[in-house]
């Protein structure tokens, strides 16, 4: 992954003392650094401490409408947040080249390794899946951040639990973990990711730190599972390998790749066995380091000008929720209600047009009446003529 450089002198530093093989933090040039995973007391949540480094990973869940081209498989989405809290050199809100780097890489070993069985994140074909989304969040950045972001990632899939469904013919029922136990997700195996970097004369360096990466001509990141399978294999720059090289870099790969697996399996399984005691896991408490839990001194507090209140714990039922109410009957309800919509508008129709008709025939009785009285008044005024006319000739004889 691509780092930023490094002054000439720091660079000349680093190669002389990888040379003699010392590094800065004590290490040989075929060690790995320690790791720790810790797993949160929420499912899908993991902590990943490899060296200085640190990675949060969380798993979130919902129910989205599946792709065209894959209408029965559910969606596997990486999120990945550089915040300058890891690094000063990351952007707030914009991961930059290595953040889209590492998101491609992680999409690459997790997503595209096809370690999750995506077909069982189906509910209703065409209809509702299930989206996965890993959000990592890089805490501290101090090299190794693929292997530690894929570690967490990893733990956190492991260590998910999905809401249990039942499908009716009208609607989808999301059942909470207090009506019906949580269920995990299908994961055939565990890709584990090593990065070996590369010295101009050849020697190999195992998992370097942010300072020793810019110092090398190259990298390549490998990534397997504990069943001996190459899930994934990425190299940095245009360094010429021997087919030698890459075979012991995936034997070391192989190696790391059963230890790590090893303590995913233990630190899920530890977690399982409080929760069926019905204990509650410490989380990431266990991240405080004694010294500070029996400091004399005591940590710098910040505490408000009010009243103590008494702290209560309280446990609220959570329903379940019902989505895609009658999604079946949804086309036979739009006939239904169109169909009662067209009568209620004939209605209108049919009142407004014998409206029309009875206020059509009223008139043109009064304009019949009308015309008549105005005949009879014009005969009546002949009438006067005439009369008057003969009388006028009368007297004349």
Sequence with gaps: MRTPAVATCEKQFILAGLQADLRLDGRHRVDFRGVQ??????CGTALCMMGSTKVFAAVTASI???????????????DVDMSPMGNPAHEHNRLGDRGQELNSLLEMIIRDSRCIDVESLCIRAKEEVWKLVVNVRILDDCGGLLDCAALASVAALYHYRRPNVSIQPNRTIIHSEWEQALVPLNIYHMPICVTFGFMENG???????DRELPCLAGSLVAACNKRSEVCALHQS?????????????????????LDLSELVSTVIKDDATKRQKNEKPPGFALTITEEILGSETGINELVAPCTSAQKTTTVKYQPSVIVNEDPLAGERQNVDESDA?????QRQVDHITATLKENSVQKTKDDGKKEKDELAEVDDLLDGILDDDLEGEQMEM
């Design 203 to 209: 020697e190999i360096i195992i998992d370097p730190s």
């Design 341 to 345: 919509e067209t009568a209620a508008l």
């Design 64 to 78: 989205v409408t599946p792709n065209r081209n894959q209408p029965i498989k559910g969606i596997v989405a990486i």
């Design 237 to 257: 720059t245009n360094i010429i390998l021997s087919a030698e090289t890459i075979e012991w870099c995936v034997k070391k790969a192989l190696q790391r790749a």
């Design 37 to 42: 995973l810790v797993v949160g007391t929420e």
